[in-house]
């Protein structure tokens, strides 16, 4: 248990429907983050939101749309997605001072049909 | 040319032995460097984290950098069928909230 919960774990859905995945951290942290992890490709950074303003997006295409409420919460709300958006998506989160380590939770493994 | 190289493996070893990973960067920039430890359909699990150039040994695990060559290693000894997962290495600058990783290596331990 690293203190990141993302839920659901699982989520299937046709190209036409509108998900949201939802991150959780319950360390106090300052940053959150969205990767995408397909086989056989590096981790792939999505979103940085720091104090809960985005700061960096990694040119991720529009149906992807991330939402940060507060400083423990994080979303990923999608639309229209491809098949090949079928990946495992991690949510990460840090304290955001200089040289801190990132911490992960499980992941939303996304299936598109 | 990639960030951060790693080769995919599979690395397969038998129980007992030592493993060793390994990762090459291009950026100097990079200052943090750590590895995390992945099974399979879990999320990244942070096992080491150094600072700049040097060793760091925590139990069955140390993790050398060398940042005048841009290289870094994980070492496991006395490797465990449980030590089989992915191992990706990762690294930061001295500023900014973003870590770069490399694709991850497939280690296999059989008893």
């Known amino acids: 248990e690293t203190g990141v919960t993302q839920t659901p774990r699982h989520l299937v859905m046709g190209m036409t429907n509108k998900k949201s995945l939802k991150c959780e951290q319950h360390l106090g942290h300052n940053a959150m983050y969205w990767y995408k992890q397909s086989a056989k490709k590096p981790l792939e950074l999505m979103f940085v939101?720091?104090?809960?303003?985005?700061?960096e997006n990694n040119s991720v295409p529009s149906r992807f749309s991330p939402e940060c409420p507060n400083s423990s919460h994080l979303f990923l709300h999608l639309h229209t997605l491809q098949p090949e958006d079928s990946a495992l998506y991690l949510c990460?989160?840090?304290?955001?001072?200089?040289?801190?380590?990132?911490?992960f939770g499980e992941g939303s493994w996304l299936t598109v049909v | 040319q990639k960030e951060v190289e790693q080769d995919p493996g599979p690395l397969s070893v038998p129980e007992g032995a030592i493993v060793s990973l390994n990762c090459t960067y291009s950026?100097?920039?990079?200052?943090?460097f750590m590895w995390y430890r992945q099974y399979s359909r879990k999320g990244p699990e942070l096992l080491m984290y150094t600072y700049s150039s040097g060793n760091k040994e925590d139990g069955r695990f140390k993790a050398q950098v060398d940042k005048s060559s841009k290289y870094i290693s994980l070492f496991i000894r006395d490797s465990q069928p449980s030590d089989s997962a992915t191992y990706l290495c990762?690294?930061?600058?001295?500023?900014?909230?973003?870590?770069?990783f490399g694709g991850g290596t497939r280690v296999l331990v059989k008893p």
């Open positions: 990762a690294m930061r600058r001295a500023a900014g909230n973003k870590l770069t």
């Open positions: 939101y720091s104090l809960e303003e985005r700061v």
């Open positions: 990460a989160s840090t304290a955001g001072r200089v040289g801190d380590t990132i911490y």
């Open positions: 950026n100097s920039a990079f200052q943090y």
